[in-house]
């Protein structure tokens, strides 16, 4: 069973600057990412893909393989990962004349991921014959609670499904966001498909400590926070 991770790392970004050469704890989010690879013991080849020159050095010195530059049209802020993926995928088989079984997909900007979840995902795709595995966490916000408002009345986002119904936290039934720190894909599915989250897909649950995403400067102060949180 072959697995490859692909890390995806373009230079731009719209919200935090420049953010996955951030550095935390002496590492950056794209060294980080390549580092919970080579760790979680469970992938063959590491290929960050990247538009920026910077970031493949960095990720090539991290011990990733950066074989070819991502093009600069699948590098945009609206660009959604599928391409991304396939061109990762086409450009290799082109080159090489390899398919893997499973890809690894790892976003740099989930850097409180360790290496066992890596290695559980595969293993939950493995084990299973999987199309897709998805890392989750429990929601801290149900949508049972949630509202729309217009300005001046407040109606429930799910009509019927309010407090007055589930009006204790005990009584809601568990739900769970998506985290985006690990995707595992099963090959022939993407192929099959050119789509990514068709098919069988199963989830690996996470710890919400180790959930956080980097989107924003209040993400970065809160990752900041519990990388140092064992300091003095």
């Not at 989010?29 to 960050?48: E, F, G, Q, T």
């Not at 011990?63 to 990962?81: C, K, S, Y």
Request: net charge negative; glycine share 6%.
């Amino acid at each position: 069973m072959s697995v490859i991770a692909i890390i995806p790392a373009r230079g731009g970004s719209k919200t935090v600057q420049r953010k996955n050469l951030l550095e935390f704890g002496g590492s950056s989010l794209v060294a980080n990412a390549v580092k919970s690879a080579v760790d979680s013991k469970v992938c063959d080849r590491i290929i960050v893909s990247t538009d920026d020159e910077e970031i493949a050095a960095v990720a090539v010195g991290a011990g990733a393989e950066v074989p070819f530059i991502r093009p600069a049209e699948l590098a945009q802020d609206d660009t959604p990962d599928t391409p991304v993926c396939l061109h990762v995928l086409e450009t290799l088989y082109e080159n090489e004349g390899a398919m893997p079984d499973y890809v690894v997909w790892l976003r740099p900007t989930s850097p409180l991921r360790l290496p066992e979840d890596v290695n559980a995902a595969v293993q939950i795709a493995i084990e299973n014959g999987a199309d897709y595995v998805r890392s989750v966490t429990r929601a801290k916000e149900h949508p049972y609670w949630l509202k729309q408002f217009d300005g001046k009345k407040l109606t429930a986002f799910i009509p019927g499904k309010d407090e007055r119904t589930y009006y204790q936290r005990q009584s809601l039934p568990p739900v769970f966001r998506i985290t985006g720190a690990v995707d595992v894909f099963k090959i022939s599915t993407l192929m099959l498909t050119r789509k990514l989250y068709e098919g069988d897909i199963y989830g690996y649950e996470m710890p919400p400590e180790r959930s956080i995403e980097l989107d924003d400067e209040l993400d970065l102060m809160l990752i900041d926070a519990l990388m140092n949180r064992g300091d003095g």
